[in-house]
Each structure stands twice: as C-alpha cells, then as structure tokens.
C-alpha cells in the first residue's frame, strides 16, 4: 500500500512537471499577429480600384470651321474655364478607364467672308469621355500615363446670336491624353492632366431666312490641375 501511494504521488509530480514545463514553453513562444502576411502572400498595394479627381479645367478651341457654299468663311470659339470631376477604376495598377464628365459653353463668332455677323451663337456641350489608360508604377510617389479613347459630344441651352436659328448637332469623337499623379499619401495626391478632343460637329443655320449648313472644328485641349482621391 505505501509502495502504490509513492508510486501515485511520483506520478502527479512527473504530471505537474510537464504541465509547468508546457506553459512555460508556450510563454516563450511569441503570439502570432494575425494582420501581419504569411510569407508568400499576396499583398495589395491600394484599398480599392476605385479613384476619384477634381479639376479646374481650361478649355481651350481651335479656330476652325466653315460655313458650306460660302466661299471665304471662317469661324472662331471661346475659350472657357469649367470644374471637371472623373471616375477611374483599375483593373490592374497598370491598366485604368476613366470617365470624365465636364460641361461648359463656346460663343461661336463668324469670320473671313462672314467677319460681319459677329456672335452666331452661344451653345452649352457635354462631352463625356472615356478613355482607356496606361499607368507607369515604377517612379514611387510620382505616377504618369498615357491614354486614349471615345467621346459623345451632346449641345444644349443653343442660343442664336445674329443668325436666326442655330442647331449644332450631337457628335462622336476621339480623345488622346497625357498626365501624372503625385500621391503624397496612400490616398491623397494632385494632379496634372492634358487631353486632345478631336471634335468637329456639323450644325445647320439660318440667316437672314437663308437656311445653311456646315462645319465647327473645335478640337479642343482640355488642360486640367487638382486634386486625386484613390479609395
């Protein structure tokens, strides 16, 4: 019997032994902090592929265009200021689209044989446009691209001057576009952006009850500074 309590109180010993000596172990080991990567893992460089930017935009037109069956006809447009809010989402942190969204209006002055009209017209445009876009990532903080891509032209709000009646008709056109970001956060940066809008919608007239048609080359350069928002 004395032999078997020995035996009992060797047993919970060796027990509580172990059981010290694997707390002890554990204490030792450092908890494993589950926000940081295993090795190997995938970790994504931007919260989310969504962006946002604010810019004030110069508008400014080329001075071309014509009046069809008046030999010597020319046209002019004003050059306008306007706020201009785009949406970009990657699909990669290369490849972007960009919608850009913007309105403002062009007086449209005649010129050359038609110099004596003055102001024809006043017409507000929308022109959203959605280009295609290259980013380059290698140069840290500072983040240029390239794009290209399509527009659709919409007139609104047409106001006749000196002609009778002026309708500038809806159009699509192409865009091309260079810019960069500085991003002086993870979510924050400014921006710097020029665009090429080929544009040259057709528009029908009437002066002086004679009902003509013909061409408005605006192909205007949207140059663009402000501010970026990446989510």
């Known amino acids: 019997m004395q032999t078997k309590q020995i035996n009992l109180t060797r047993g919970v010993a060796a027990a509580i032994a172990l059981m010290v000596a694997g707390q002890q172990a554990v204490a030792a080991d450092p908890p494993e902090d589950p926000c940081e990567p295993h090795e190997g893992a995938s970790v994504t460089e931007w919260p989310s592929p969504w962006q946002l930017r604010l810019r004030t935009l110069g508008v400014i037109t080329e001075d071309s265009g014509y009046v069809n069956g008046v030999p010597g006809s020319a046209l002019s447009y004003s050059n306008t200021v306007t706020p201009e809010l785009d949406i970009s989402y990657f699909f990669t942190d290369n490849i972007a689209a960009e919608l850009i969204l913007a309105t403002t209006y062009a007086d449209i002055t005649g010129g050359g044989t038609i110099g004596g009209l003055g102001n024809i017209g006043k017409v507000w445009l929308l022109p959203p446009t959605l280009t295609l876009q290259y980013h380059f990532t290698d140069f840290g903080a500072f983040k240029p691209y390239v794009g290209a891509g399509v527009n659709y032209t919409m007139f609104y709000n047409q106001d006749a001057g000196s002609a009778d009646a002026l309708k500038v008709k809806n159009t699509f056109g192409t865009a091309l576009q260079v810019g960069f970001d500085y991003m002086v956060d993870r979510h924050w940066g400014v921006n710097f952006d020029v665009k090429k809008l080929f544009l040259r919608p057709d528009f029908?007239?009437?002066?002086?009850?004679?009902?003509?048609?013909?061409?408005?080359?605006?192909?205007?350069?949207?140059?663009?500074?402000?501010?970026?928002y990446r989510f």
């Open 204 to 228: 029908d007239v009437t002066v002086a009850d004679a009902k003509l048609t013909g061409k408005a080359k605006l192909d205007p350069w949207l140059i663009g500074a402000g501010v970026t």
